[in-house]
């Protein structure tokens, strides 16, 4: 039954569309760098991930050994070579087994960059660089620890391939970290260089436009990892209108507490709710709108008008709430970094 499982659990994720196996980590990675940067790091977090890390531990382990069936003892020592395959061919397929190992990796370099002390808060980027370095290596070391294993017991090939992806995951998991510290050093930083100081300065002034934009790529993002998990399982309108559910839910969300940082109680979220949806049902009868006409109008493919069709509607949202939905808002006061 275990080995059912994890068969059915490897066809389903080595089977996902690229759009949803590149975008599902994004949303990730963007979502821990968001937590990084606006909440303190607690010693009930880092328990956390101190516990899930071995969990991701146990899941490589299966991944790579446990399940495996014997295989003839081979090794290939050369680097990237389903990157060359990929672009002499023109064929993402050739890059999809390398992509899977980088995103087997990514979790791991999360967990154990997050189960880790802050040594110097003064200094976040330093703190964070000391981080995301001993992630990278011990994804380094477990992947090169599982190839080696696999050659010596013939269990599988031993592939440069895959011990450079399982590393370049582990450091894109540890990833959101650095970007955290790095920002904020950016916004603590005290140039000495009038120019320098302005732009920090203007910065940490105009922080709230910084963090809608952030927001509303994140959102972006979340919609079209629905649509595109959604797609073809459903129809693509059906299929876009449950995406914009799920991201107008979630765009609220995150502009109230991170952007606006609205204050409100009882009815007046229901109010604020209610606007923001309506500014959104807009630019969905728009978006709908478009959709159809790109598709069947226009035959273009579905996926590449979603992404276009969506990347107008998130310049018009943006507009629309800035100068309509949220006009006669004050601007919020910001924390000093």
């Given at each position: 039954m275990i080995r059912q499982l994890y068969d059915t659990?490897?066809?389903?994720?080595?089977?996902?569309?690229?759009?949803?196996?590149?975008?599902?980590?994004?949303?990730?990675?963007?979502?821990?760098?968001?937590?990084?940067?606006?909440?303190?790091?607690?010693?009930?977090?880092?328990?956390?991930?101190?516990?899930?890390?071995?969990?991701?531990?146990?899941?490589f382990v299966s991944f790579t050994l446990l399940f495996r069936s014997e295989h003839e003892r081979e090794a290939v020592y050369e680097a990237f070579v389903s990157v060359k395959k990929w672009v002499g061919s023109g064929n993402a397929e050739h890059v999809r087994s390398f992509w899977m190992n980088v995103l087997l990796g990514i979790p791991?370099?999360?967990?154990?960059?997050?189960?880790?002390?802050?040594?110097?808060?003064?200094?976040?980027?330093?703190?964070?660089?000391?981080?995301?370095?001993?992630?990278?290596?011990?994804?380094?070391?477990?992947?090169?620890?599982?190839?080696?294993?696999?050659?010596?017991?013939?269990l599988g090939q031993f592939e440069t391939d895959d011990?450079?992806?399982?590393?370049?995951?582990?450091?894109?998991?540890?990833?959101?970290?650095?970007?955290?510290?790095?920002?904020?050093?950016?916004?603590?930083?005290?140039?000495?260089?009038?120019?320098?100081?302005?732009?920090?300065?203007?910065?940490?002034?105009?922080?709230?436009?910084?963090?809608?934009?952030?927001?509303g790529g994140t959102t972006t993002f979340v919609n079209w990892l629905v649509f595109f998990s959604l797609e073809g399982r459903i129809h693509y309108l059906a299929a876009n209108g449950i995406a914009w559910v799920v991201s107008v839910t979630f765009s609220f969300l995150a502009n109230r507490a991170f952007v606006f940082r609205s204050g409100s109680r009882g009815l007046a979220i229901l109010r604020e709710g209610l606007l923001f949806a309506a500014s959104r049902l807009f630019s969905l009868g728009l978006e709908t709108a478009l959709m159809w006409a790109g598709v069947e109008l226009l035959h273009i493919p579905q996926g590449l008008v979603k992404v276009v069709v969506a990347m107008s509607i998130a310049v018009l949202n943006f507009l629309v709430g800035k100068f309509i939905v949220f006009r006669k808002k004050t601007e919020p006061e910001y924390e000093d970094f």
């Open positions: 659990l490897f066809r389903s994720i080595y089977s996902l569309s690229w759009p949803v196996a590149l975008l599902a980590p994004a949303v990730v990675l963007l979502l821990r760098g968001a937590a990084v940067f606006l909440h303190p790091r607690t010693e009930k977090s880092r328990q956390i991930f101190r516990v899930l890390f071995p969990v991701w531990i146990l899941v791991g370099g999360l967990c154990f960059a997050g189960a880790m002390a802050d040594r110097r808060p003064d200094r976040p980027f330093v703190s964070a660089l000391g981080r995301v370095l001993p992630a990278a290596a011990v994804c380094f070391a477990l992947s090169l620890a599982a190839e080696v294993v696999q050659l010596t017991q013939d011990l450079i992806a399982n590393t370049l995951g582990g450091f894109l998991g540890a990833f959101p970290e650095l970007a955290a510290g790095l920002l904020l050093a950016i916004l603590r930083w005290k140039p000495k260089n009038a120019f320098l100081a302005k732009l920090v300065e203007l910065l940490n002034e105009y922080w709230h436009v910084v963090s809608y934009i952030f927001w």
